[in-house]
């Protein structure tokens, strides 16, 4: 897969990042070295491989199902930049 | 030429277990807001998910209850997208290897006619927290009490070809996440949340392109939002247009529904394994033992109320379709000693009272001790049911038990013969016209003016005389 500033201006987008336009081009480039390297993985024979979710060969350990957790709302609240009635403030997110 | 309608469901099923699916929280709905957030569901950096076992066990449970494979090594992925009640930036679910596999649910329709529908998979998630739009002066107010929820998100096949199959189909899946005990089912606190893919297409012809109405959260809205979408795109494709993938919003109060978001701006979720999460395996061992612990399902229980207690598969239908109500009945049949009656009454008066005053049967007024009480009264002919229905309502209204309600307003019903037959002697001494009326009718008359008579003698008796002793009486009496 190739990257053009097209893609670059929908990654960003969905990463959230400001990407200036005049950077565009350079940004393509080194994302187009990077995936080129990754390519090479293609060349892997895994006929027969299962895919691969985690490296280590064990399993999640499960906790019981209890409460541990005490309410820590003040102090959570405090760091937050605004809050009120007990709700994180965050600017108006529907029209 | 007709259209083909082709309906597919995706249901969020809140899982009932004491703490979140990652954190120890506690879970429970109506709390202060953010009350019930700690570090992990606050997204808070350094943190890390510990997975709930009982969450697993919970979502095995169901796929076992659907004949569905369970998957050995189920993956947690991380589904990427920004939003306020999402502090991670992710929720955090599974995809390419969900905990429970294909499977199938059997539906009954109102014809008698059975179908089944396929679940192409069920899969464990975190819930989202909540935004608040309303009382923050043009600010969204964020509570993060929902925030790590355990759910599982049941994903059908379009095996549904109308409203009433989903409909059916969902009321199947509430009945089966209630009788294994995941799920608490209550609707109204969103602890089962439907939303419905629907296409339309000519037989014969390909899928058509199809639109999603979220978050319908009773089965009336469910069946009337498909019902407004079906009209919509055969409108729109008879007029010429054609439909656009998009996500439908729809407002029970106005019957209405809006486009929420076109697949334009469809969120790419770049997807990957959570390197927080390894995969959660479940042995043979877990399984056998889930399945030795499989609570009794709807479609057996069904069953038994057939046999055990001859009842007409429409009314063992009903009855074993929500376990809240399985149980009243079956506690009521106990205590009455009767099924027939109790099934009646469960279906009936008390149904009706439920439904008139929006509450659950798990908070009924009357108990099912009470109500069996009632019938056992009615069975024995201690009451008429004319008055049985008078007990109800006094019993309803907090009045006592059924038998001090009976004892405190003399309600037992006049079986003394001598009693009722000076009774009908007074209105028929009264009332010569209509008795002279009677007597010149033929016989399909008579059934019908021997009404007025019962009607007199019920007011006499405000409603206590034995309705077969009067009628016999009044036969006798009137020849």
Not at chain 1, 68 to 92: H, M, Q, S, Y
Not at chain 2, 34 to 61: F, H, I
Not at chain 2, 132 to 148: K, P
Request: aromatic residues 6%; negative net charge; proline residues 4%.
């Amino acid at each position: 897969m190739a990257i053009d500033s097209k893609v670059v201006a929908q990654v960003a987008h969905l990463a959230r990042l400001k990407v200036d336009p005049q950077d565009s081009d350079a940004l393509s480039n080194r994302l187009n070295d990077i995936l080129a390297m990754v390519d090479q993985l293609q060349q892997a024979d895994v006929d027969g491989v299962a895919p691969l979710a985690h490296p280590l060969d064990v399993t999640q350990p499960l906790r019981d199902d209890v409460v541990t957790e005490p309410n820590i709302r003040d102090k959570a609240l405090e760091i937050a930049p605004a809050a009120e009635d007990g709700c994180f403030l965050v600017p108006r997110v529907i029209e | 030429m007709s259209w083909e309608v082709v309906i597919g469901l995706e249901v969020h099923v809140q899982l009932n277990t004491a703490s979140k699916l990652f954190s120890g929280s506690k879970l429970s709905t109506g709390a202060e807001p953010n009350t019930q957030a700690s570090l992990v569901d606050l997204g808070l950096p350094g943190t890390l998910p510990v997975v709930n076992r009982e969450a697993v066990r919970k979502a095995a449970l169901f796929g076992l209850a659907i004949n569905a494979d369970i998957c050995r090594h189920s993956v947690f992925e991380r589904k990427n997208y920004f939003y306020p009640d999402l502090p991670k930036g992710y929720q955090t679910t599974q995809l390419a290897e969900p905990i429970v596999g294909a499977g199938v649910v059997e539906i009954q329709l109102e014809s008698g006619e059975k179908k089944n529908v396929r679940i192409h998979h069920a899969h464990l998630e975190e819930d989202a927290g909540k935004s608040l739009h309303e009382d923050f002066h043009g600010m969204t107010g964020i509570d993060l009490n929902r925030a790590g929820t355990p759910l599982i998100e049941v994903v059908s096949e379009p095996d549904m070809a109308n409203a009433e199959e989903a409909v059916t189909f969902a009321r199947k899946l509430h009945a089966i996440v209630t009788s294994i005990g995941i799920c608490d089912g209550d609707m109204s606190q969103g602890n089962m949340r439907f939303d419905v893919n629907i296409s339309v297409r000519k037989p014969g012809e390909p899928l058509g392109t199809r639109t999603e109405t979220k978050n319908l959260n009773s089965f009336r809205f469910m069946e009337k939002a498909i019902a407004l979408e079906v009209e919509r795109q055969i409108d729109v494709l008879e007029d010429g247009g054609e439909i656009v993938q998009e996500t439908r919003l729809y407002n029970g109060d106005t019957h209405t529904a809006r486009s929420m978001r076109s697949k334009e701006d469809a969120n790419d979720y770049r997807y990957f394994p959570c390197p927080d999460l390894l995969p959660v395996a479940i042995t043979d061992a877990d399984i056998e033992e889930l399945k030795a612990a499989m609570p009794e399902l709807p479609d057996s229980r069904k069953a038994r109320f057939i046999n055990d207690y001859q009842l007409s598969e429409y009314d063992a239908d009903l009855l074993s379709g929500s376990i809240a109500t399985a149980a009243f009945f079956e506690a009521a049949a106990k205590a009455g000693g009767d099924a027939k009656l109790a099934a009646n009454w469960v279906m009936g008066e008390l149904a009706a009272k439920l439904n008139a005053e929006e509450k659950d049967i798990a908070g009924s007024p009357v108990s099912a001790e009470q109500l069996g009480q009632l019938i056992a009264r009615l069975k024995d002919g201690t009451i008429s049911s004319k008055i049985a229905k008078q007990v109800f309502e006094a019993c309803w209204a907090g009045e006592g038990n059924p038998d001090d309600i009976i004892e405190a307003k003399g309600l037992k019903q006049m079986s003394d013969t001598g009693e009722l037959e000076k009774i009908v002697d007074d209105i028929i001494a009264n009332n010569a016209a209509q008795v002279d009326d009677y007597r010149n009718s033929d016989d399909a008359k008579k059934k019908k003016k021997i009404g007025f008579f019962v009607g007199q003698a019920m007011k006499a008796t405000q409603g206590k005389a034995n309705p077969q002793q009067l009628n016999k009486l009044l036969q006798e009496k009137l020849q």
